[in-house]
């Protein structure tokens, strides 16, 4: 099975016109296609940056606010600066983009523009059509980061790595993140990495998150979207699909984070889908030293809790949204829980879309101040 077309859409930025894309996604996926999306609001950098770390074969761009010419050229062109005009761009926008303007963009090195009216049938045909021939050789890759994504891409198609240009320094520390779906997982990660940012001026981080595929074999990759302080030259990010494995991690995981832990990440966070009771997705996985298990409040009765294997196998648990009427009880009832364990797990409440929030700080000094210490025992 050859693997799956990996895109990227965006919507530029002061736009936040996201309902033609929502669509667009949708259909994609439905049709076997892997959409990273990053969401509205999105600056050129930060659409390339991150286009060359999910090392994907095109951009769809949606544009409505104006100013497309130019925005979609600057894409262009600064794929080329960076080594990677192998990725390509297209887009559309509605009545906002003239047939005179799409003559320009193509000009200036865009593939395709799609107008009112256009069937999504069409847009799947040509995805399908333009981007999913194999790669031939590729060039030498230009930067660590563009390197890096090149094999992760290796990984994921089951091809033979190639020797590296760049040098592999000391090992990361690996962070494990898991927990149901909606529980705030990529919102804290996305909170830690400010903080990690900010600490040490110079460290580097990498973000290793998982979504589901869905039937057909397409994936929404949609971590990005929430991301904000990840939106940085220090930050390596890769979204990864199940592509069928259940569980919460892709085939690809266990050598695709072996290859980001001896990267010279200062940290490597990985994050899981959103998973159920029975899940134990670091249990095979001697990488990962320390595993957070992200909670919400309202998970049920107690009775649910016994059911959820992480609560015997994690580090730190968190029960984040604690605004939430139920927080207090929901603390108490997880206490209790792990209580039984006698593991000694941290219990940690926090808001973790709340700025400053003091539940997040003190995970941070956790993870800070126990270098390596506390390999999990799962
Ligand atoms: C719906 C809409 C809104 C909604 C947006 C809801 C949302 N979450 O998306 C709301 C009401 C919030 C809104 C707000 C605003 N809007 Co408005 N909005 C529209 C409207 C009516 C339709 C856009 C749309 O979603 N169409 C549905 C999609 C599915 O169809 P489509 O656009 O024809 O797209 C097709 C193709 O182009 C293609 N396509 C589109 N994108 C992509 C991407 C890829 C990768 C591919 C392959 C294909 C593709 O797929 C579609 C399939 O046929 C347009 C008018 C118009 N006719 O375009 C104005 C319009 C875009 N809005 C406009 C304006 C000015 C605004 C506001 C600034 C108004 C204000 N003063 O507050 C705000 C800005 C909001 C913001 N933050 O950016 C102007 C922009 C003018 C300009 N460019 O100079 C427009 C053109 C209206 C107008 N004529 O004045 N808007």
Known sequence: ??????????????????????????????????VVYLGYHRSVSDIVRAAIQ?????????SYNGGHIEFFAEVVDLLRKH???????????GGTITHEDAVIMKRKGVDEIFFAGTSLDDMVKFVHKRYSKPRGKRARAKSFDQELAHKLTEIEDKKKIRNSKFEIRRRSRVIGFTGPGGAGKTTLIDELVLRFLNKDRRSRIAILSHDPSVVGQGALLGDRATMINSQNDRVFMRSMATRGQAGGLSPATRDSLALLARSGFDYVCIETVGTGQEAMP????????????VMNPDYGSRLQLQKIVMLDLADVVVVNKSDLQRARTAHTEIEQRLGQNRRHQQLIDMVAKRHRDPGVDQLFALISRNPGAKRTRN
Request: glycine residues 12%; charged residues 25%.
């Open 83 to 93: 080594g990677a005009d192998d990725i390509k761009v297209f887009g559309g926008g």
């Open 54 to 62: 999910e090392d994907v074969r095109a951009i769809g761009i949606s």
């Open 282 to 293: 670091f249990r095979r996985n001697g990488i990962v030293e320390l595993t957070i298990l």
């Open 1 to 34: 099975m050859p693997s799956p077309i990996r895109i990227l859409t965006a919507i530029p930025i002061c736009d936040g016109h996201d309902s033609a894309i929502n669509t667009i996604n949708l259909e994609f996926i439905r049709h076997g296609i892997e």
